[in-house]
């Protein structure tokens, strides 16, 4: 038994790794489009015994403490091989499908498929791709983003300490 009293599916148990709560030090934000920014974020992976991980990741400015990016979602794995997706949902309007690879300290994915609000903010976003890398009590997250305007180029780069 585990997180929320929860026996942790077999499904999932090559990703426990990810498992708990992760407090970011002060990330870093670009694109050629925009100002650098700084920002702090918070993750949380769980699981409630079902053959998925549940995620939310919540930043907010360092100086500020004004709120920021939301991301809610879960992480799903193909059985029997390495291949997991991460199903999100973001506060900006857009719903993502990525997918690709882990092993026992690294996930890999890209967006397969994004939806966006028709009244969403141009230019618009077509692909995403992220990388998390776990070295002991510490998780990097980078990722990149191609918009319509813009080629894949880094975005964001954080890394989290485990509460």
Known sequence: MSQLGKRM?????????????????????KYPTITDFNYV???????VGQP?????????????????HREVGF????????Q?????????GI??????TFTES???????????LTFGSDPATKKVTRHFKRDGDT????????TVNTPMTEHLRITYKKV
């Open 95 to 100: 719903c993502e499908i990525e997918e690709g």
């Open 139 to 146: 998780l990097e997250q980078i990722l990149y983003m191609e």
């Open 9 to 29: 599916h077999e499904l999932i148990k090559p990703l426990s790794w990810l498992l708990g709560k992760w407090r970011g030090e002060v990330g870093k934000g």
């Open 52 to 68: 998925n991980i549940q995620f939310s990741a919540y930043s907010w400015h360092p100086e500020t403490n004004k709120p920021m």
């Open 75 to 82: 992480i799903r794995r193909k059985p029997d091989c390495d």
């Open 41 to 47: 974020e918070e993750l949380e992976f769980i699981h």
């Open 84 to 92: 997991i997706a991460f199903i999100i949902a973001q506060n900006l």
């Open 106 to 116: 690294e996930i890999k994915v890209e967006s397969r498929s994004l939806g966006r």
